[in-house]
């Protein structure tokens, strides 16, 4: 028995002109954008998260997470802080824009699950300075917290300004959920493994912009079929299973952005089909069939009394530390002191499992 290797793109930059067939500015080749969802579908990346960087894009983001059934992030990445206060109107009026894309976008499929890109970074001060990405980061976290969204979150070369600013904005600790990135755009591409991409995909098939050739990756873009080499990476350093590795990523991404309309009936076959498999992984961590990713696993005896202690005694953890915050004089929100009044309720389920 197998089970599926599915994902969830949290980051992926669909509005870059790359997918249209424009590479600095110049065309190279043809759009070819639907290709890039197909691949992205025969790799097993069931959803993605689009990735708005400026008020445009946002906009062209949920635009383009509605015509594909993906979700999308607003904001403003820190490069470009400097439309705020270029923009018609100035600043103000840019944020109230950003507010009404979110306002506007809260439900449905190709709702908005996150405020962002947003963030710091000081290694390209050449376009927007310290000042101006500090001022409209601030504003941007406002957003997040009118709206209860988790950040999509960039911070490059500026650590302890990134922190100091989220903990002074109440997003320390238990203060908001948010997902960082610290990346390199520029930085090297994943390289090709076999066994956790379809042969269609594979590295050694892609061509360069300008010699495209119909159904290839193209060179130098990144694209959503290659996050199962992200996720065979992280299993081998880890020694996991991949399907270990995408089951947990999945949960998650859910859980981060109020995603649980993907865990559909198919899901929970998949997981039943894993917990109940009793055959030897496949050396390499999965194989492809037919342009789908199944991954042969080998399930792991787990006492279910032991996983809801664990569980249990995170969510007490957790509780704790709320807890600590409030008695320091910080503003909770209604959720987080509901969680506190439940803390009884959860000590009395620990004692009698860890009784039983």
């Known amino acids: 028995m197998s089970s599926r290797v599915r994902f969830i793109d949290v980051g992926l930059n669909l509005t870059d002109p790359v997918f249209r067939g424009l590479h600095r500015g110049k065309r190279k080749h043809r759009d070819d954008i639907l290709d890039v969802i197909k691949r992205a579908k025969a790799a097993g990346v069931q959803s993605a998260i689009l990735t708005g960087g400026s008020l445009h894009e946002s906009s062209e983001a949920l635009d383009l997470a509605a015509q594909f059934g993906y979700y999308a992030t607003v904001g403003c990445h820190p490069t470009r802080s400097s439309q705020f206060d270029s923009f018609k109107g100035g600043p103000e009026v840019y944020l109230e824009r950003l507010d009404q894309l979110i306002a506007s976008h809260l439900t449905g499929t190709g709702r908005c699950v996150a405020v962002g890109e947003c963030g710091l970074d000081y290694d390209r001060l050449h376009f927007s300075p310290i000042v101006t990405q500090q001022k409209h980061f601030r504003s941007q976290l406002s957003l997040a917290k009118k709206y209860h969204l988790p950040l999509f979150l960039h911070v490059r070369a500026a650590h302890e300004d990134f922190v100091r600013i989220l903990k002074e904005e109440g997003f320390g600790e238990d203060g908001g959920r948010a997902c960082e990135w610290v990346f ?29 050739i119909e159904g290839r990756v193209v060179k130098g873009r990144n694209e959503p079929c290659a996050i199962g080499g992200v996720a065979w990476v992280v299993a081998s350093l880890k020694n996991r299973e991949l399907i270990d590795v995408s089951r947990a990523a999945w949960n998650n991404t859910v859980e981060m952005y109020d995603l649980h309309e993907l865990m559909d009936a198919e ?5 039943a089909a894993r917990d109940a498999s009793k055959d030897k992984p496949v050396e390499n961590g999965g194989v492809v069939d037919g342009g789908a990713m199944d991954v042969k696993t080998e399930a792991k005896e787990v006492d279910p009394t032991e996983k809801k202690i664990r569980i249990l005694k995170k969510k007490l953890q957790a509780i704790e530390q709320l807890k600590a915050r409030r008695d320091n004089g910080d503003s909770l929100e209604a959720t987080q002191l509901q969680k506190i009044e439940g803390e009884a309720d959860l000590l009395k389920q620990l004692e009698e499992l860890e009784k039983s």
């Open 184 to 212: 390199d755009e520029n930085g090297p591409k994943s390289r090709d493994n076999k066994g956790y991409t379809p042969s269609s995909i594979d590295g050694r098939n892609c061509c360069q912009p300008e010699k495209f």
């Open 267 to 271: 899901y929970h076959e998949d997981i």
